[in-house]
C-alpha cells in the first residue's frame, strides 16, 4: 500500500474506531442508566421489554431484530423492513453487510454482490429464498468467477423483501451445505401487514454517480390486500421493482507483477522471469548514446542503470501488463413477486410465493495495456528500485501498447416457486410442507478486439511508482491519437460466448410434536436436486481469419487449424490499410474502437451466431454439468428446563444426508472431443447442539456445538483429461469424488438486554475444517482414465501395448484429493445496540466488531482460507423523530490475503486486497399530513470516494485500483 493511501485509511479507520471505542467505555455507566430508566429501582428488566416499547420506523426494524435475536436459541442475527417495501438500505448485500461477522464482496461499481461469514469465502455460505435451496446462474464479480456454489444478491431488491436471517449456528432441520452459515432471505407476504383495506406502495428514486453522465431511475410498487370470504381469509400480494443503473467505473489493471530473466551471478533469486530484455538495441533507438544493432551485455545494462545492481534490475518488479482501465454501462434490473395466502380457519396456512428477476448489463471495458509480459524488445534506463524490489522509477526505450476493447452484453434471469402450507390440527401437532422450484438462466457475449503500436517506433514510456495509488505509465506519444500507427501484427480478434443454467427442486415436510414455541419433538424429511450446468461457445479461430488473417472462411466452415496470425494481409475484412479508419478518440485519454462499423463490416454476428462448443469459457470457467441430488432426514428436540432457578433452552439434534452426484464434463484427446459421466454418493451425519440460559431476566448466555458441510469446487471435479507426455503415461485429469468439506463448530456467548431494543452481544466461535482440495497422484489403470483407446494417437497406443495393453497399462493421474490437514478458525464478535432517547428522544446507534485468526496443521490445509479480512467492523449513528430519519454508517474491512501463493511464477506471492472503509448517509422527512403520507429521502453512497484497491504481493505494486464513485439518490415513498 502506498504511504498516501495507507494515510488515508488509516485515517478513515481510525474515526470509525474512535466512534467504537467510546461506545466501548460508556458502556457500563450508559447500561446501567438505561436500565434504570426502564424498569423500577431494584426490579430486573422485564422479558417482555422489546415488545411493550411502542417504536416505528428504522428504531422499529432494529427492535424486531432484537426481540428475533432474544427468542433465539442458536446465534442469528436478523435485519427487518419496518413496513412493506422499505428496507433499512438500498441492497440485500448491503444489509446483510452490517451484521457481525459478515463480510461485503462488491462489484467493482460499488454494488454489493456476495457475502462471506465469520472467516471463510463466498461459496461457503448457504443462501435460502423462503427456507428453500437457491442457485443464480451468474458468473460473479466483473474481474473474477464464480462456481455458482455462491449466490451473486444483485438480482434480490430490497423493495420485496422483509425480513434477512443469518444462521451462524444450526439447527438439524437447516438444509445443509453452509459451513459459514445459512442466510434465509423472505419475500413479502400479503399477512405480513394485514389490512382489510389493502395497501398500496409507492417509491421513486433517481440517482447519480459523479462518474456517470445520465440518471439512474429505480422505483417500486407494492399492492397488498386481504379478504375475509367464506372460505376463510385470503391475501394477496403483487410487488414490481425496476432499477436502470448507469455507471462509470475507472482504474488502472496490472495482470500480475513479474520480473526480466537475466543470467548473472545471484540473480532471479524471486522466479517470475517472465520477459527478457532486448539483447540488441533496437531501430530507430539512439538515447543514451545508444546505437541500432549494438548488442546489450549485462556491463551496459549496468551502465544504464547507475545505482541499481544487476540482482536488482534481475528482481525488479513491474506489472505484467499495466494498463488504465474504463467501464461504463448500464444494468437493468426488473423483478416480480407475486404472493397469495389463504387461511380457512385458525388450524391451516396456505401459501405460494413466486418471484422472478431478469437483468440485462450492456457495458464496455476498453484497456491501454503496457506490454511487458513475454517481451523481449524493451531497453530499461535509469531504473530504482525501492526496498521489496519493486520499481519505482525509469524510463523503458522501445516499448510497446495495446488496445484491449472489450464490450459486454450480458442477460440472467430467475424463476423461484414456492408453495407451502402450515396445518395445527390441534395445540400439539403442527404440519409443515414446502414445494420449491428455481431455474435461473445466464448468456454473456464478450468479444475482445486487440491491436497494437508498432514496433521499433520510437516509443518510450516513463514510468513513474512513488507513493501513488497505482504506477504512472507515461508514453511520449498520444495514444489517443487514431493515426499514430496502430497495427494488426501481434493483435487478436475473440468471438466468446458462456450460458449457465442452474436450477433447484424440492420438497420439505417437518412435523412438530409438542408446544410449538415451547417444548417439542421435530422429525423431518427433505429431497433437494440442485443442477448447474457451463457451456462455453468460441468461433475465434473463424472470426479472427475473416477480419485480420487473410479471409476464405465462413462463419460455419472447417476452423482453420492453425489459426492465421491476425496480421491484417490481403484478403482481410480489414486489412492493415484500413484498420486506422475503424479507431476513434476514447474516454480517458487512449483511443477506443467504432464498434458498430467495425462489427458490421466483418459480419461478426453470423460469427457469434455460429459459434460452436468449447471446453472453458472467457470468464475461466469449465465447461461441464453438476448435478447433486440429496435425501435428507432430521430428528430434533426443543424445550427448557430450570437451572439454578433459570430458564435453560435448548435445541438438539442430528441431520443426515446422502447425495447422489453426476458430473459431466468434455475431454479431447487428439482433437476428438467426447463427454464424460461419472456418479459418486457420500452420506453424512451432522448433529448440533444450542443453549440458551437465561442467566438473568437481561442477561441470556449461549453454547453451541454442531458439524456443517459445504460441497468442494465443482472445476475440481469436471472428469475431463489431458495427457502431458507422448507415451500417455502421465494424465492431468478432475477428481468427481472429492468429498465434501467438513466442519467442527463451537460456539459460546451470550448478550445483556440493557431496555427497549438495545443490547451487547459477545460470541466467540471455532471452527475446524477438513477437506480442503491440494494437487494429488494417483496410479491407476488406463480404462480407468475413461479415454477410448482409439482416439489416441498411433504412438500413444504403441507406448500402451508396450506396458502390456490397455487392461494393465497404468497411467500416473494428476488431480486434486482432499487434504489430511486442518483449518482453524477461531473468532470473536462484539456488538452493541443501543437507544440514547434519554439524551435525545430518536437518537441511538448500532457498532459491532469482528476479530478472526487462521491456523493450519497437518499436510494439504491452507495457510488460510483467503478473501477474509481479520477485522471488520461497522458503526450506525441515527436520529429518527418528528418525521425526520438520519442515519450515518460507516463500514471497515481490513486488508485480506485474496489468492494462493504461487502468483506468475513466484512462488511466495499472493494478491492481496487493501483495507477500506465506506461512508453512507440516508435521510428522510415524512410529511404526515399530504395525502398518501409521503416521506422524501436522500441518500449518499460513498460519500468519500473510496476505492477498491488490491496489491499484489507487495504494497507499491498495485494489482488492481478501480474508482467506483459516489452515487446520490432522491427519492419519495408513500402509500395509500
Excluded at 433465539?72 to 448491503?94: H, Q, R
Excluded at 549496468?302 to 518488479?317: C, E, F, K, V, Y
Excluded at 421435530?522 to 479472427?544: E, H
Excluded at 506396458?803 to 477461531?826: C, E, K
Aim: proline share 5%.
Amino acid at each position: 500500500m502506498s504511504s498516501s493511501h495507507r494515510t488515508r485509511e488509516i485515517r478513515r479507520a481510525l474515526v470509525g474506531a474512535s466512534c467504537l471505542t467510546t461506545a466501548l467505555i460508556a458502556l457500563p455507566a450508559l447500561a446501567q442508566t438505561t436500565a434504570s430508566q426502564t424498569a423500577p429501582a431494584g426490579q430486573a428488566v422485564q422479558p417482555d421489554a422489546v415488545e411493550e416499547i411502542v417504536v416505528t420506523g428504522f428504531r422499529k426494524s432494529l427492535a424486531d431484530a432484537t426481540n428475533a435475536k432474544r427468542e433465539s436459541v442458536a446465534f442469528t442475527d436478523s435485519v427487518f423492513a419496518e413496513d412493506i417495501g422499505k428496507f433499512p438500505d438500498l441492497n440485500i448485500a448491503e444489509s446483510l453487510n452490517r451484521i457481525p461477522g459478515v463480510q461485503l464482496t462488491r462489484e467493482i461499481n460499488g454494488e454489493g454482490l456476495n457475502v462471506t461469514i465469520r472467516g471463510l469465502g463466498t461459496n461457503f455460505t448457504k443462501i435460502l429464498l423462503n427456507g428453500s435451496q437457491i442457485a443464480v446462474a451468474s458468473s460473479g464479480r466483473t474481474d473474477s468467477q464464480n462456481q455458482n456454489r455462491e449466490v451473486d444478491l444483485d438480482l434480490f431488491p430490497t423493495e420485496l423483501f422483509t425480513r434477512l436471517d443469518v444462521h451462524k449456528t444450526p439447527t438439524a432441520g437447516m438444509v445443509e451445505g453452509g459451513v459459514a452459515g445459512v442466510v434465509n432471505m423472505r419475500s413479502a407476504r400479503p399477512f405480513d401487514y394485514k389490512s382489510g383495506n389493502g395497501q398500496l406502495i409507492y417509491s421513486l428514486q433517481a440517482g447519480k454517480n459523479n462518474q456517470a453522465d445520465d440518471i439512474s431511475p429505480r422505483g417500486s410498487l407494492i399492492a397488498s390486500k386481504t379478504w375475509d370470504t367464506p372460505i376463510g381469509e385470503v391475501g394477496l400480494l403483487a410487488g414490481v421493482a425496476i432499477a436502470r443503473v448507469k455507471s462509470t467505473t475507472t482504474g488502472f489493471e496490472s495482470i500480475g507483477w513479474s520480473n526480466a530473466n537475466m543470467t548473472c551471478t545471484g540473480c532471479n533469486v524471486t522466479g517470475g522471469n517472465n520477459f527478457n530484455w532486448a539483447s540488441t538495441v533496437p531501430a530507430g533507438v539512439t538515447a543514451n548514446g545508444l546505437t541500432p544493432g549494438q548488442a546489450i551485455d549485462n556491463a551496459l545494462l549496468a551502465s544504464l542503470n547507475p545505482g541499481t545492481t544487476l540482482q536488482q534490475l534481475s528482481d525488479a518488479q513491474l506489472p505484467r501488463l499495466g494498463r488504465d482501465s474504463w467501464s461504463s454501462g448500464e444494468r437493468d434490473r426488473d423483478s416480480y413477486v407475486l404472493s397469495a395466502e389463504w387461511r380457512p380457519n385458525d388450524q391451516l396456512n396456505v401459501y405460494f410465493d413466486t418471484l422472478y428477476s431478469k437483468g440485462s448489463r450492456e457495458f464496455e471495458r476498453i484497456d491501454m495495456n503496457w506490454v511487458v509480459r513475454n517481451s523481449n524488445f524493451m531497453v530499461p534506463t535509469g531504473v530504482k528500485v525501492n526496498g521489496d524490489g519493486v520499481v519505482t522509477e525509469g524510463t523503458f526505450l522501445n516499448s510497446q501498447f495495446f488496445l484491449e476493447y472489450r464490450p459486454y452484453k450480458e442477460d440472467v434471469e430467475v424463476l423461484n416457486l414456492n408453495p407451502g402450507f402450515t396445518w395445527r390440527p390441534n395445540d400439539w401437532i403442527k404440519l409443515d410442507g414446502q414445494l420449491n422450484y428455481s431455474r435461473s438462466v445466464f448468456f454473456r457475449e464478450a468479444p475482445t478486439v486487440l491491436f497494437n503500436t508498432p514496433l521499433n517506433s520510437g516509443l518510450n514510456v516513463t514510468y513513474a511508482n512513488n507513493g501513488g495509488d497505482y504506477p504512472s505509465i507515461t508514453a511520449n506519444k498520444d495514444l489517443n491519437d487514431p493515426s499514430l500507427g496502430w497495427v494488426w501484427a501481434g493483435g487478436r480478434v475473440n468471438v466468446q460466448a458462456e450460458k449457465r443454467v442452474t436450477s433447484t427442486k424440492g420438497a420439505h415436510f417437518d412435523l412438530t410434536l409438542g408446544d410449538d414455541k415451547g417444548t417439542n419433538f421435530k422429525v423431518g424429511l427433505a429431497y433437494d436436486d440442485v443442477g448447474r450446468r457451463i457451456t462455453a461457445l468460441d468461433n475465434s479461430g473463424r472470426w479472427q481469419a475473416f477480419t485480420c488473417g487473410g479471409g476464405g472462411v465462413t462463419p460455419q466452415s472447417p476452423a482453420p487449424s492453425p489459426t492465421p496470425a491476425c496480421d491484417g494481409r490481403a484478403g482481410s475484412a480489414i486489412p492493415q490499410a484500413n484498420l486506422a479508419s475503424y479507431i476513434k478518440q476514447g474516454p480517458l485519454g487512449f483511443i477506443t474502437l467504432d464498434k458498430d462499423r467495425f462489427f458490421a463490416d466483418t459480419n461478426y454476428q453470423a460469427f457469434f451466431d455460429s459459434a460452436p462448443f468449447s471446453a472453458s469459457a472467457a470468464t475461466g470457467a469449465a465447461s461441464g454439468l453438476i448435478r447433486e441430488k440429496t435425501t435428507g432426514a432430521y430428528v430434533e428436540a426443543n424445550g427448557a428446563t430450570q437451572v439454578l432457578d433459570r430458564d435453560l433452552r435448548f435445541n438438539v439434534g442430528a441431520r443426515y444426508y446422502s447425495t447422489e452426484q453426476t458430473i459431466e464434463g468434455p475431454q479431447t484427446v487428439n482433437g476428438v472431443t467426447s463427454f464424460l459421466s461419472r456418479t459418486t454418493t457420500y452420506d453424512g451425519l451432522l448433529p448440533s447442539f444450542n443453549l440458551a440460559w437465561n442467566l438473568r431476566e437481561s442477561l441470556i448466555l449461549r453454547a453451541s456445538a454442531s458439524r456443517t458441510v459445504t460441497r468442494p469446487n465443482p472445476s475440481a471435479m469436471l472428469p475431463g483429461t489431458t495427457f502431458s507426455d507422448p507415451s500417455a503415461q502421465q494424465a492431468n485429469q478432475g477428481n468427481p469424488n472429492l468429498q465434501p468439506y467438513t466442519s467442527n463448530n463451537f460456539d459460546i456467548g451470550g448478550e445483556w438486554y440493557t431496555g427497549g431494543a438495545g443490547y451487547v452481544g459477545v460470541a466467540l466461535f471455532r471452527k475446524e475444517l477438513t477437506g480442503f482440495t491440494v494437487n494429488g497422484t494417483n496410479t491407476i489403470p488406463f480404462t480407468q482414465l475413461g479415454v477410448p483407446f482409439d482416439q489416441l494417437t498411433n504412438l500413444q497406443q504403441q507406448a500402451i501395448n508396450n506396458r502390456g495393453g490397455p487392461n494393465a497399462a497404468t497411467v500416473t493421474v494428476q488431480q486434486q484429493i482432499n487434504a489430511d490437514g486442518v483449518l482453524t478458525i477461531l473468532g470473536q464478535e462484539v456488538t452493541w445496540l443501543q437507544p440514547l432517547d434519554f439524551l435525545l428522544d430518536g437518537a441511538g446507534f448500532t457498532a459491532n466488531a469482528t476479530h478472526v485468526e487462521q491456523n493450519a496443521r497437518g499436510n494439504g490445509a491452507p495457510a488460510q482460507a483467503v478473501g477474509i479480512s481479520p477485522w471488520t467492523y461497522n458503526v450506525t449513528g441515527y436520529y429518527e423523530n418528528h418525521g425526520a430519519t438520519v442515519r450515518l454508517s460507516y463500514v471497515w474491512n481490513d486488508a485480506q490475503i485474496s489468492s494462493s501463493p504461487g502468483q506468475n511464477g513466484i512462488s511466495f506471492a499472493t494478491i492481496n486486497t487493501d483495507a477500506r472503509g465506506q461512508w453512507d448517509l440516508s435521510a428522510s422527512y415524512q410529511f404526515d399530513k399530504l395525502p398518501t403520507q409521503p416521506r422524501v429521502s436522500l441518500d449518499v453512497i460513498n460519500i468519500t470516494e473510496e476505492a477498491q484497491r488490491s496489491p499484489f504481493q507487495w504494497d507499491s505494486a498495485a494489482y488492481t485500483y478501480y474508482q467506483p464513485g459516489r452515487q446520490i439518490m432522491v427519492g419519495i415513498r408513500g402509500k395509500f
